[in-house]
């Protein structure tokens, strides 16, 4: 009964490879995110999807590219993986409220480690 | 440009006394501040919101302060639980995408 999920959990991988994280969301929202958050714990936005479509798209390297399959899911696919890449990668998504806070809820974070 | 900050990176305090974190911004554009914590191996986790417009809100053990002459903002914990102890995170949120700007984050440490 998660409400974000992510998987894989943990990803260990070698410079230079390809490789996808997923989100899943079965709140029935409509906007989804993905966060980075780096080894002194800051979170920074990285992008966000409403309704399938981009909303915001941070100063990302073009090698992180998301895919958003249907509202309840968004992917994050990444290329060419780099050492800068290792990081704990969140996943949260909202229901656009209007007049209101748009709550956020987080998933577990996927722990990427690039060799 | 943008910042939300933090003054204190770690916060050791006694089982039952009470918190105070504090968190500095600079853009005054926002709509929302919101506190989040965030637990060991967990994502953050929602604890309380306070608009742009207000300047208190209380809610269950937590109030927040909102003071935008001096742009800050702090929660206090009433009696301080070792289950409170995490990274918490102060946020700007601004409506228009609803874009979530973090500070740098605060450890709670509660001691018994």
């Known amino acids: 009964d998660t409400a974000v999920s992510q998987t894989p959990k943990y990803l260990v991988t070698q410079m230079g490879n390809d490789k996808s994280i997923k989100c899943e969301q079965n709140l029935g929202h409509d906007t989804m995110y993905w966060y980075k958050q780096d080894s002194k714990k800051f979170l920074k936005i990285m992008f966000s999807?409403?309704?399938?479509?981009?909303?915001i798209n941070e100063t990302v390297p073009n090698r992180f590219s998301p895919k958003s399959p249907d509202k309840a899911h968004l992917n994050l696919h990444i290329n060419s993986l780099e050492l800068g890449d290792s990081a704990v990668y969140f996943c949260?998504?909202?229901?656009?409220?209007?007049?209101?806070?748009?709550?956020?809820?987080f998933g577990p974070g996927t722990r990427l480690t690039v060799l | 440009g943008e910042s939300v900050g933090l003054h204190l990176p770690t916060l050791s305090v006694q089982e039952g006394d009470n918190s105070i974190i504090n968190c500095a911004y600079s853009n005054s554009a926002s709509d929302y501040f919101i506190w989040y914590k965030q637990e060991s191996g967990k994502g953050p986790q929602f604890i309380i919101d306070i608009r742009s417009n207000m300047d208190k809100r209380q809610g269950q053990r937590v109030t927040v302060l909102l003071n935008k002459t001096v742009k800050h903002l702090s929660l206090q914990i009433a009696a301080t639980q070792p289950g409170d102890s995490a990274v918490y995170f102060c946020a700007e949120l601004k409506a228009a995408g609803n874009k979530l700007t973090f500070g740098g984050g605060t450890r709670v440490l509660v001691k018994p």
């Open positions: 949260a998504s909202s229901q656009t409220n209007s007049g209101g806070l748009n709550e956020q809820f």
């Open positions: 999807y409403n309704n399938k479509e981009l909303i």
